[in-house]
């Protein structure tokens, strides 16, 4: 498969990965009985499976996976997704499921950062003194 065709479908299944999530929080803290219908439930694994698959795909087109940066954002991804567990699953009352899920979104935003700049800092990376 290309890689250009590849990294864009990872881009894109890496957006519609972070709105499911964020729509997902908000229906879990709004208690929306739409997040126990089936496809609420499968459509974003098939998604995650499709940023995971291409993901791997794309690394091992490339020489990158010793590179620091992926290391951060193997370290972020694992965190992100347990954040992510807890938030929708594990958390019983209202204000931690929320802080957590907040939470999760900002690891996820920063990991973006990582991989956007190739830097392990990511966005913090372009502060003065960094």
């Given at each position: 498969m290309n890689?250009?065709?590849l990294k864009?479908?990872?881009?894109l299944?890496?957006?519609?990965?972070?709105a499911l999530?964020f729509?997902?929080?908000?229906?879990?803290?709004?208690?929306?009985?739409?997040i126990?219908?089936?496809?609420?439930?499968v459509?974003?694994?098939?998604?995650?499976?499709v940023?995971l698959?291409?993901g791997f795909l794309l690394?091992?087109?490339?020489s990158?996976?010793?590179?620091?940066?992926?290391?951060?954002?193997?370290?972020?991804l694992?965190?992100y997704?347990?954040l992510g567990?807890?938030?929708?699953?594990w958390?019983?009352?209202f204000i931690?499921?929320?802080l957590v899920?907040?939470?999760?979104?900002?690891?996820?935003?920063?990991m973006?950062?990582?991989a956007?700049?190739?830097?392990?800092?990511?966005i913090?990376?372009?502060?003065?003194?960094?």
């Open positions: 890689f250009l065709i864009y479908l990872h881009i299944a890496v957006s519609i990965s972070f999530f729509v997902r929080g908000l229906w879990v803290m709004r208690a929306y009985p739409t126990h219908e089936f496809w609420a439930r459509f974003p694994s098939a998604v995650d499976a940023l698959l291409s690394l091992s087109m490339s990158q996976a010793s590179q620091p940066w992926m290391l951060t954002k193997y370290l972020l694992t965190l997704v347990v567990i807890w938030a929708l699953r958390a019983k009352r931690v499921r929320l899920w907040a939470l999760a979104l900002l690891v996820f935003l920063f973006t950062t990582v956007v700049l190739h830097n392990p800092l990511g913090l990376s372009m502060l003065p003194g960094f």
